[in-house]
């Protein structure tokens, strides 16, 4: 059986996006990119527990450029994933399966994660800078 | 006596997967305070100064030694469960599919097992 040719549903490049497949496929994306992040913080205390000398590899990693980035780009993933992970447990009890309420949840999904998002990165900076 | 539900049960196509989502579940919930708690202390880190002595200060502590030891312990669970759903859905390929499958577990061991570590190292040490 030629499994590798045959096309397999949904066929993604004939499919008009919705905000209900954009967010869901995100809640993976997201997820499979916070692995990464685990296994960042794994080394972050790899080389915390090896003492300063190595510490200082991991603070030379993440106050770079790229390590600014990737804790904005960790930060966003996990509020994401945090918030729409609240409203899969909304769904597991059965609450908010119409088609309304599925709209309705995640564009409030989407606030909630910007503004924890704008909280966390706010509270701190402006901590960090006033001291 | 035996019901009719007893007769059908471990016959369908997936045999397994209630343990597989309850995990998901109740990791999924355990980390909602966790990761706003590590979000709060990695911040309060950094405006303390972010030192290596800062670090190990705050880690010693018995409750952010003991939360940190909980929620690595469910994030690689979580992690573990959610990428292999991942595995499973998009890899098609058997021999790849295992291969991965068998490499997520002994990667997720590896990672969670050094980290753990870690956190008691510096919890003792510190």
Known sequence: MAQGSRPLSPHLQVYRPQLTSVLSILHRMTGVFLASGA???????????????YYAWSQWFLTSWVGYALLAA???????????????????????FSLKATYTSGVLM?????????????????????? | MQTPLARVRHLGAAKEGADHWLWQRITAIMMIPLALWFVGSMWWLVISGAS???????????????????????????????????????VHTKWLKWAMLIKLT?????????????VIAIALKG
């Open chain 2, 106 to 118: 002994i990667g997720t061991l590896l990672f969670s097992a050094a980290s753990l570590y870690s």
């Open chain 1, 74 to 96: 960790w930060s966003w993933c996990l509020f994401y994933h945090m918030c729409n992970g609240v409203r899969h447990l909304f769904w597991d009890v059965g609450l908010g």
């Open chain 1, 110 to 131: 989407i606030l909630a994660a910007t503004g924890l998002m704008a909280a966390s990165w706010g509270i701190g900076l402006a901590a960090y800078f006033a001291g």
């Open chain 1, 39 to 53: 296994m960042m913080m794994t080394c972050w205390l790899l080389t915390a527990a090896a003492g300063p000398e």
């Open chain 2, 52 to 90: 290596h002595a800062d670090l190990v200060s705050w880690l010693s502590g018995p409750v952010a030694a003991i939360l940190m030891l909980v929620f690595l312990g469910a994030i690689f669970f979580h992690l573990k469960l959610g990428l292999q759903v991942v595995i499973e859905d998009y």
